[in-house]
Structure formats: structure tokens, C-alpha cells
């Protein structure tokens, strides 16, 4: 009879002990979850930047060619008040 409550003692702190390994790896899940919906989350925020700075890349070249224009018209201009 003693003998079966020692091992009847001995299931319920193995399962006591798996419980507290399924909780842990509960936690760790959960935690990894989170991590990873911070990663998502980092990666469409980053991806949102490189489109923004797509569109302003795209801008400056476009500015730069109409500054180029401007500035040949201006040279040609400029030209018609030079001394000989």
C-alpha cells in the first residue's frame, strides 16, 4: 500500500513537472509570436520608407533634368551678351 502511494506521489510530480514544461514552452511560443509580429511589422515600416524614398529619388532626378534644361537655356542666353 505505501509502495503505491510513493509511486501514485511520483506520477503526480511528473505530471506536475510536464505541466510546468508546457506552460514554459507556452511562454516561450507566445514570446517568439510577439517577436516575430515586431519583425513583421519592422519590415513594413521599412518597406514603406524605401517606397517614400523611391518616389523622392524619382523627384530629384526630374528636378535635376529640368534644372539641366533650365540651365543650358540660360547659358544660351547668357550668350547673347558676350563681347567679342
Do not use: P, Y
Not at 519592422?42 to 518597406?47: G, L, S
Not at 517614400?52 to 533650365?70: K, P, T
Request: aromatic share 2%; net charge negative; no cysteine.
Amino acid at each position: 500500500m505505501r509502495q503505491a502511494g510513493n509511486t501514485m506521489d511520483k506520477i503526480v510530480a511528473s505530471v506536475q513537472r510536464v505541466n510546468a514544461i508546457i506552460a514554459e514552452i507556452t511562454t516561450a511560443g507566445h514570446a517568439q509570436n510577439v517577436g516575430i509580429q515586431q519583425i513583421n511589422q519592422a519590415i513594413f515600416q521599412m518597406d514603406q520608407v524605401t517606397q517614400r524614398n523611391a518616389a523622392l529619388v524619382e523627384l530629384a532626378a526630374a528636378a535635376a533634368s529640368s534644372l539641366q534644361e533650365q540651365a543650358g537655356h540660360l547659358v544660351q542666353q547668357v550668350d547673347a551678351f558676350r563681347l567679342e
